[in-house]
């Protein structure tokens, strides 16, 4: 992994012009369905993180590119899980990924649209939960709006560690910011999530 993200820092130290395009190639097949899983998009970005604190590359286009990236990656495989269907996920080829297909469709059923946004906080299986949510059929509008707020909020997240730390910003143990600034987003979508069903009461 670690080799990987040096790889990669050298790339776009090298071509910090295609540094939008690059990152947001990377963050879109991170965020696929089957694809995801081989994509070490964590140390990736806090890479990206780094470099954009360091002033190698300009944040504009990385945030760009990424946040275009990742909805498009998600907005993919909801499609892919539309046509798919719910049988799909009985079916045996996808057996070896069935205790993901599980938790996504648990996810999915207790926290509703709300798992489209904080599944992408979950890791590895986080490229199933927009998958699993075309199976459900859940409708394309919900999807999206959800599909872009989420992107919205991960990709900052996920570069702020890098970029801080780039920047002699974070006064917080090794493996501390990254969870706290992820119990922050999580708090402010509680908090407008609760605001918008007052509003609607």
Do not use: C
């Amino acid at each position: 992994m670690g080799g990987v993200a040096e790889r990669l820092a050298a790339l776009l130290q090298s071509h910090p012009e295609q540094a939008g395009l690059i990152i947001g190639l990377l963050v879109f097949a991170e965020s696929l369905a089957f694809v995801g899983f081989f994509v070490p998009s964590t140390p990736l970005l806090l890479a990206i993180g780094a470099l954009v604190g360091a002033g190698v590359v300009t944040p504009g286009p990385v945030l760009i590119f990424a946040i275009a990236g990742a909805v498009a990656g998600d907005a993919i495989s909801f499609e892919l899980g539309r046509w798919m269907g719910p049988k799909a996920l009985r079916h045996r080829r996808l057996r070896r990924h069935r205790r993901a297909l599980a938790w996504a469709r648990l996810f999915i059923h207790r926290a509703g649209m709300l798992a489209m946004i904080l599944g992408r906080f979950t890791g590895p299986v986080r490229s199933f939960v927009p998958l699993v949510g075309g199976m459900l059929s859940m409708g394309r509008v919900r999807f999206q709006i959800a599909n872009l707020i989420g992107a919205i909020l991960w990709i900052p997240v996920m570069l702020a560690p890098g970029y801080l730390a780039a920047r002699g910003l974070t006064l917080l143990p090794s493996g501390v910011l990254e969870p706290t600034l992820i119990a922050a987003a999580f708090l402010l979508l509680a908090i407008a999530a609760w605001r918008w069903g007052r509003r609607r009461a």
